[in-house]
């Protein structure tokens, strides 16, 4: 998407040279469509107020007189999702940092809400934004159900927000004990759990619980540190921070099918909890740079990502639960869920002798809860390969080098024989290819009038590939140019370059995006860095600030 900086005055009493700003997090993490929003930055900043800068159009992003206190404003009509947050000095600029848009009112915690009888009432729905200040901290969230009605509560902290937590989460049934004249003066409030859960996307976790009876329940959030340590006492922290959605209406979880290719239209079912197949509509990508499209549902809490691939797609079917399998055709990008009533599916394909077949299954690193096993078989049925845990995610991935023309089927299924409504899964079957991709080894550069400089591009060779690859930068700014650069087949280019950016001497302060793309035989990929968040895919948008001169 288009990024367009958020402008403010920087109220500067001099011109010497400051650090860039370091924005480490923001809270609350995230805001309602249509709302203002107070919000704390916390970070080191030399100089303020600073500007900021919001990769979403739509939210406007100002600083207070106050040190670290901002207004964030978004518009109503804002996508929902992750929008993405930089401090912007006059000598450079932070790294992103997420701020979190969604649909439902919001509130702040309160403390102290750790123990049964001081949990904070909430009305349904709602968003909490709050924090695990200190070691022990445990909050508590007082909500109302009646028989038959299904809470749905997601945390998010560690998945999206970077939080170092391991968060768990219960609910818990709120029974209020008449006082004894001899011993209670007061009524005893206690909590019975009925439902836990301590990982489901990463290291969040997230309920989805039907009341058995109407009464009381109260929602419990508390964490261990996602690093694991020594100490098993429940942690907390200035950054433990997190929001909890509570709902009784919709709570989007995935689309299928997870992957659309970029250039075509086409429509995508929403699926979570209270939410059943929803149809929402994709256009075709406007720029080559974005990977994603996120999707919604109007008045419906939470958002989805669907990838936007170069390949054909396709969903699983009632065929691919059966022994023959369905029949797909490669390359192939393929949706699925492994249902309850059925643990493995199959997909059939042709291949040629000797033509290398690259097959990777996502799920655990997509957030979803499937330990994929990938299993290749013949025509006959004989098992050729298996594949399980290729990547720390638990993710599968294997090479396949057909030993004859003929028919192959590929199994998919759970290690431990699983399957339910969050066992999703993407399965690509594409021709092994040789290749190329470009990694930055930073997100922000600055750059001064009459100036250069550098920005570093490691090159990745795969499966082969010989070619020599033409560097070049996009969308620079007036005033800043920068030569194309090539990384040659052999050689020390082989591996890596760097990328000079020049600044005229009456280069006009500024800042904004700016992509670095390699080029080689009519194939483009853009260069990307990656951000320390668990659910956060490698990034295109490397900003750039042309300072004073």
């Known amino acids: 998407m288009n990024c367009l900086p958020v402008v403010l005055a920087l109220l500067v009493a001099s011109n010497a040279s400051a650090a860039p700003p370091k924005l480490a997090e923001l809270f609350p993490a995230g805001g309602q469509r249509a709302q203002t929003i107070a919000v704390q930055a916390a970070g080191e900043f030399e100089t303020w107020p ?4 919001c990769d979403r159009p739509g939210v406007h992003v100002t600083a207070d007189q106050e040190k670290g206190k901002l207004s964030i404003t978004i518009g109503e009509d804002v996508t929902p999702g992750v929008s993405w947050i930089r401090a912007v000095g006059p000598d450079g600029a ?5 701020f979190l848009i969604d649909q439902l009112p919001e509130l702040e915690e309160l403390e102290t809400n750790d123990l049964p009888a001081q949990a904070q009432a909430v009305a349904l729905p709602s968003i909490v934004n709050g924090r695990l200040g200190k070691s022990g901290d445990v909050d508590g969230f007082f909500v109302q159900l009646q028989a038959g009605e299904t809470l749905a509560a997601r945390l998010t902290a560690n998945w999206l927000l970077g939080s170092p937590m391991d968060a768990v989460l219960q609910i818990c049934e709120r029974v209020e004990r008449t006082p004894s004249a001899q011993v209670d003066k007061e009524p005893q409030v206690e909590a019975f759990i009925v439902a836990q859960n301590h990982d489901t996307r990463g290291l969040d976790p997230e309920i989805v619980y039907t009341a058995p009876r109407a009464g009381a329940y109260i929602v419990r959030a508390f964490a261990f540190p996602s690093d694991p340590n020594g100490n098993v006492s ?6 433990y921070i997190y929001r909890l959605t509570l709902t009784k209406s919709g709570l989007v979880d995935h689309a299928l099918p997870l992957a659309w290719p970029s250039d075509a239209i086409g429509e995508v079912r929403l699926s979570g909890a209270n939410v059943t197949n929803a149809l ?12 994603w499209s996120t999707v919604f549902l109007p008045n419906v809490a939470g958002a989805t990502d669907v990838a936007r691939v170069s390949h054909p797609c396709t969903l699983a079917t009632e065929a691919a639960n059966s022994e023959r399998g369905q029949e797909v055709a490669i390359p192939q990008v393929i949706s699925g869920r492994l249902a309850s009533e059925q643990a493995t599916q199959r997909f059939r394909f042709h291949a040629n002798k000797g033509k290398k077949l690259d097959l990777s299954l996502t799920s655990r690193s997509l957030g979803f809860a499937l330990d994929g096993v990938l299993t290749v078989h013949d025509a006959a049925g004989t098992m050729l390969q298996e594949v399980d845990d290729v990547q720390k995610e638990a993710d599968a991935a294997l090479t396949f080098t057909p030993p004859a023309d003929g028919e192959y089927v590929v199994a998919v299924r759970d290690l431990y024989g699983r399957s339910g409504a969050s066992f999703v899964y993407r399965l690509d079957i594409l021709p092994q290819q040789p290749g190329f991709a470009l990694t930055l080894t930073g997100d922000a550069f600055a750059l001064t009038p009459g100036k250069t400089v550098e920005i570093p591009i490691a090159v990745e060779r795969l499966n082969g590939f010989n070619q020599a690859i033409e560097i070049s930068a996009s969308d620079l700014p007036a ?15 082989a591996k890596g370059v760097k990328l000079v950016l020049r ?9 904004g995006v700016v992509r670095v793309s390699g080029k080689s035989a009519g194939d483009q990929h853009f260069a990307a860095y990656t951000l320390n968040f668990p659910g956060v895919p490698p990034r295109t948008d490397l900003f750039l600030v042309v300072a004073k001169p």
């Open 503 to 511: 600044a005229a001497d009456d280069a006009a302060p500024s800042q």
């Open 280 to 291: 929402v509509a994709l256009a075709p990508q406007s720029s080559a740079a974005e990977r």
């Open 234 to 239: 429940f942690a907390g922290g200035a950054n």
């Open 50 to 53: 600073v500007d900021f800068w």
């Open 479 to 493: 005033g800043v140019m920068a030569e194309t650069v090539t990384s040659e087949p052999t050689g020390d280019s």
């Open 94 to 98: 932070s790294s992103p940092r997420p």
